[in-house]
T-cell receptor, first 112, second 112 residues
Framework: KAGVTQTPRYLIKTRGQQVTLSCSPI?????VSWYQQTPGQGLQFLFE???????NKGNFPGRFSGRQFSNSRSEMNVSTLELGDSALYLC???????????FGDGTRLSIL | KQEVTQIPAALSVPEGENLVLNCSFT??????LQWFRQDPGKGLTSLLL?????REQTSGRLNASLDKSSGRSTLYIAASQPGDSATYLC???????????FGKGTTLSVSS
């Protein structure tokens, strides 16, 4: 059974640009969550989707957005990139909310 | 606001030692608690999940306990091996089941 797949693995952007990250959950999993990991702040919750609905969002500015498709795949978008957005972005999926979350290897985003 | 603290931040032990990693959280209204392992440059691997109604879970050389009333969890690793070297993260799932709140982790180094 394939795990959570995140693409791309690495991304380099410049300030002011926008970026879209993709996450394919484990087959059959309907809940997808996104997290940002930085050395200073650690792992922070971004948002959670279940059945194409965003059910919760963390304390991040509106530049961070996401969506979930009918096949449970999810994308997150960051507009007007800032240097501080450099981080490892992790996606996790679970069968339904409350079940164990399984993580992908992440997308490492670097802002120049 | 839920806060998760892990002590110690780093730990170095010789191979074969038994060790305990600590996790504390400020709000006892949790859905469950999960322990993860993260290797450098990788995503998170789920080790153990304890439901809020449970007291402990075991998997091989790992044993995790949960005392919800005092806001504490411990991860016990028996007979440590060099392959156990990694960062161990504790996370609580909020009561709505929508967001994992993480501690900053304990980085473990096991020398042979």
């Amino acid at each position: 059974k394939a795990g959570v797949t995140q693409t791309p693995r690495y991304l380099i952007k410049t300030r002011g640009q926008q970026v879209t990250l993709s996450c394919s959950p484990i087959s059959g999993h309907r809940s997808v969550s996104w997290y940002q990991q930085t050395p200073g702040q650690g792992l922070q919750f971004l948002f959670e989707y279940f059945s194409e609905t965003q059910r919760n969002k963390g304390n991040f500015p509106g530049r961070f957005s996401g969506r979930q498709f009918s096949n449970s795949r999810s994308e997150m978008n960051v507009s007007t990139l800032e240097l501080g957005d450099s981080a490892l972005y992790l996606c996790a999926s679970s069968l339904v909310p409350g079940q164990p979350q399984h993580f992908g290897d992440g997308t490492r985003l670097s802002i120049l | 606001k839920q806060e998760v603290t892990q002590i110690p931040a780093a730990l170095s032990v010789p191979e074969g030692e038994n060790l305990v990693l600590n996790c504390s959280f400020t709000d006892s209204a949790i859905y469950n608690l999960q322990w993860f392992r993260q290797d450098p440059g990788k995503g998170l691997t789920s080790l153990l999940l304890i439901q809020s109604s449970q007291r402990e879970q075991t998997s091989g050389r790992l044993n995790a306990s949960l005392d919800k009333s005092s806001g504490r969890s411990t991860l016990y690793i028996a007979a440590s091996q060099p392959g156990d070297s990694a960062t161990y993260l504790c996370a609580v799932l909020n009561q709505a089941g929508t967001a994992l709140i993480f501690g900053k982790g304990t980085t473990l180094s096991v020398s042979s």
